[in-house]
């Protein structure tokens, strides 16, 4: 079965903006606009992942965060808050209560994509594909190796984790400071052209015996993983 992802948010364009982006990514999508109403939904069948926002009429998601902390049946489901509240103590809050992770508004929807893919990994990775392939390359996430052309491409933890990153999302360009949240976290506070020395050292590993780079360089925005790369091979 694909993972079941719900969304608690009282924004309807957000709402079929993640909706469809997760669609598109084989989960299975349930959304409803109210706190009183996702806790009633809950009772009834637990998804594998949640999408919680902060503000929200009926229940606040603070309050329902906690609320499904306490019960034994839904202590352990993965929650992402969703919020507008972008302070440190409320971000602290927030995870106190249990949430984990905390996504602040506006935010990249391939970048929460890719938080929503970490966090099943983690927690759930019966979900997750253990294995990422496109054109030569495949990526072994369990045994943490890469292959290409049966050639063992040999990746420091920082290259693996980029390509990892940029493969599960192929085809979306990410800025460097998305990069930088999604390879090395938000707490991780270093320059952003480190991004461009890693993705240099990412290319040369993959691209010995001259071959076609997989790695596309959008000029004034980032990175993406080309899925077009195969078809000049």
């Not at 598109?24 to 606009?33: K, L, R």
């Not at 460097?176 to 052209?193: A, F, H, S, T």
């Amino acid at each position: 079965m694909n993972p079941r992802v719900m969304i608690v948010e009282d924004e309807e364009p957000l709402t079929m903006l993640l909706r469809y982006n997760l669609e598109a990514e084989g989960y299975e999508v349930d959304s409803v606009a109210r706190g009183d109403e996702a806790e009633v939904r809950l009772s009834e069948a637990t998804p594998d992942l949640i999408l919680l926002d902060w503000m929200l009429p009926g229940v606040s998601g603070i309050e329902l965060c906690r609320r499904l902390r306490a019960k034994r049946e839904t202590e352990r489901l993965p929650i992402i808050m969703l919020t507008a509240r972008g302070e440190e103590g409320e971000r602290i809050r927030g995870l106190a209560t249990g949430a984990d992770d905390y996504v602040v508004k506006p935010f990249s929807v391939p970048e929460l994509v890719a938080r929503v893919k970490s966090l099943l990994r983690r927690t759930k990775p019966e979900h997750v594909s253990r294995t990422l392939k496109a054109g030569d390359i495949e990526l072994d996430r369990e045994n943490r190796r890469v292959r290409r052309q049966l050639r063992e491409v040999h990746l420091g933890p920082t290259e693996f984790r980029l390509l990892e990153f940029l493969m599960q999302s192929s085809g979306r360009v990410f800025t460097r400071e998305q990069l930088l949240d999604g390879v090395w976290g938000r707490d991780v506070y270093i320059d952003e052209r480190t991004v461009d020395v890693h993705v240099g050292r990412l290319r040369k590993a993959l691209n010995r015996g001259r071959k076609p780079d997989p790695i596309r360089t959008v000029r004034g925005a980032g990175y993406s993983f080309d899925e077009t790369f195969s078809r000049a091979s």
